[in-house]
């Protein structure tokens, strides 16, 4: 049986890997504003704006948290999957600036 002292540890650890790898994946798109910009014909403005508003959508976790607790964790996590697949597939097929933002906000 393992000690609760090096389970508690082995969970810091793990949670604090995964919140710096997604936070990094998150950020990994900054550098390639400028290129974004050029392929959609859009100034680097408006290609930052969509970038804050896809980050501005992690505040939206405890709303899921609450539709969660409601509707059942299985559902929720289904649901968030079928969106993210929608908007990146979206985001990838149709490059237009509101499809782009649209997309954005679902993943």
């Known amino acids: 049986m393992t000690h609760p002292r090096f389970r508690f540890y082995t969970l810091i650890f ?5 919140k710096l790898l997604m936070n990094t994946a998150r950020r990994m798109v900054y550098p390639f504003a ?3 910009a050029r392929g959609l ?3 680097l403005a408006a290609i930052t ?3 804050a508003l896809n ?3 992690a505040v939206l976790g405890p709303v899921g948290a609450s539709f969660a ?3 059942g964790n299985r559902r929720i996590i ?3 999957l079928v969106m993210l697949c929608i908007g990146c597939v979206a985001a990838g097929l149709i490059p237009m ?3 782009l933002v649209l997309a954005l906000f679902l993943a």
Not at 14 to 18: G, N, Q, R
Request: charged letters at 10%.
């Open 78 to 80: 289904l649901f968030s």
């Open 41 to 43: 014909g859009l100034d």
């Open 49 to 51: 704006s969509v970038i």
């Open 34 to 36: 400028p290129a974004f």
């Open 55 to 57: 980050q501005a959508t």
């Open 14 to 18: 793990v949670t604090t890997l995964a």
């Open 69 to 71: 607790d409601h509707y």
């Open 97 to 99: 600036y509101g499809t």
